[in-house]
């Protein structure tokens, strides 16, 4: 069955509803399975209206891929760890910039060699080149940077963003000058260039601004598909891509004003790269010592304590101890202790990744408060349990000028009466910057794998603690 151009296009049109209804759904976890059924089915008719259209002459190599794809995306989504998703998401952003550009250069070779070129479609392709280019290596970039395969801390050199500028400049001088002449040799170079743009624009960004960098490539693909989508005039495409690359710019907006910081200056990279002039208030912090405690002393706290906030960080995601602390807070409402969690919008590695793991454990909603929300709640908090975060709740925010987080809004866990830190070792947070709430006077840090420790927490409230 072969469908016509308006039954495809009708298709397209309902795709296209379902997707911006899982885009709604997606922004509040209560709402979040129900969304993501609405982008998978919008997906399902997009993908069947394509291929009953007119323009598909064979379908050999289509279910090969299919085919492929469906394995390998099965044995990933069963194997993946919570921990590895955001360099999953930066593996996939790649994957579309890729596809971007093998697209434009498919569609130039063909076109060419029918004698229909143009320079509508030729300035259509050097888009979608350009800017899929670009997301491909840097996402390749992301993902190694989030995998560890590469340093976190951000490269910079003399002349960075003066060599980054001349790179963009030419780029698009190539793309006009492709677009008008439609030379092979300027798709090449232009071609070239951006993927190097790719990996210099990434690779001077530091770990703590990783989730605004993956936020960043979501857009960008979604940029990459609608560039695709006028090559291909095919308007499902368009839409799409422009939802995403509207709303992984939104979304980056949002983590940038939660941070404090500009978007240019996070683009630009470098965060958590210097320390400002002279010695900084951490470093004269650390000469001070840092108190340690048991699993003993902090159990002895919580268990008489009024409310409880806990904060979960990247370091809860490396111990998969999100399903230990829902444990936690069922013993600690067991005695009548108010447990709350708190997160900060750039927690983890990816936007939301805090929420999802917290969901993972079945952990209510209503538990889980935004920073906006739980900042006014942390002087009436008897205990706040830090687990593996460490610069979202940095005083060093707000009292240190010459840190490089300084500005940034944190999460204020300093003001509560006890503050238990579960860390592995005195190493500091992804962004390299040392943490001043380690040497505050109601501050103790608890040494050990988070979820080892938790579950002795949980042992000893069963056990009747003291």
Known sequence: MELSINQQALAY????????????????????????????????????????????QSYGFIIAGVAAGAVIGSILAARIQMTAMPQLVAALHSFVGMAAVLVGIGTFLHHRSADLLNPVLMGEISAGVVIGAITFTGSVIAFGKLQGLLSGAP?????????????????????????????????????????????????????ADMPVIISMLNSYSGWAAAATGFTLHNNLLIIVGALVGCSG????????????????????????????????????????????????????????AGKVIIVPGYGMAVAQAQHSLKELMELLQA???????????????????????????????????????????????????????NDVVNPAAKEDTSSPIYGMPILEAGRARQVYFLKRSMRPGYSGVDNLLFYQENTSLVFGDAKDTIEGMNAALKGGGH
């Open 13 to 56: 049109l309902l795709s296209a509803i379902l997707f911006i209804l899982g885009l709604k759904g997606l922004t509040h976890p209560s709402t979040a399975r129900r969304g993501n059924v609405y982008g998978m089915l919008g997906m399902l008719i997009a993908i069947t209206a394509t291929l009953m259209g007119r323009d598909v």
């Open 155 to 207: 490269v910079k050199f003399a002349g960075q963003h003066l060599l980054n500028a001349l790179i963009g400049l030419l780029t698009v001088a190539l793309a006009v000058h492709f677009a008008m002449t439609g030379s092979l040799l300027s798709l090449i170079a232009m071609t070239l260039l951006a993927l190097t743009l790719g990996v210099t624009l990434i690779i001077p960004i530091g770990g």
């Open 249 to 304: 710019a939104i979304l980056s907006f949002i983590m940038c004003r939660a941070m404090n910081r500009s978007i240019i200056n996070v683009i630009f990279g470098g965060f958590g790269s210097e320390s400002g002039g002279g010695e900084s208030a951490g470093a004269q912090a650390a000469e001070k010592g840092v108190k340690s405690a048991s699993v003993e002393d902090a159990v002895y706290w919580m268990e008489d």
């Open 335 to 389: 005695r009548g202790v108010e447990v709350k969690f708190a997160i900060h919008p750039v927690a983890g590695r990816m936007p939301g990744h805090m929420n999802v793991l917290l969901a993972e454990a079945d952990i209510p909603y209503d538990n889980v408060l935004e920073m906006d929300e739980i900042n006014p709640e942390f002087p009436g908090a008897d205990v706040v349990l830090v687990v593996g975060a």
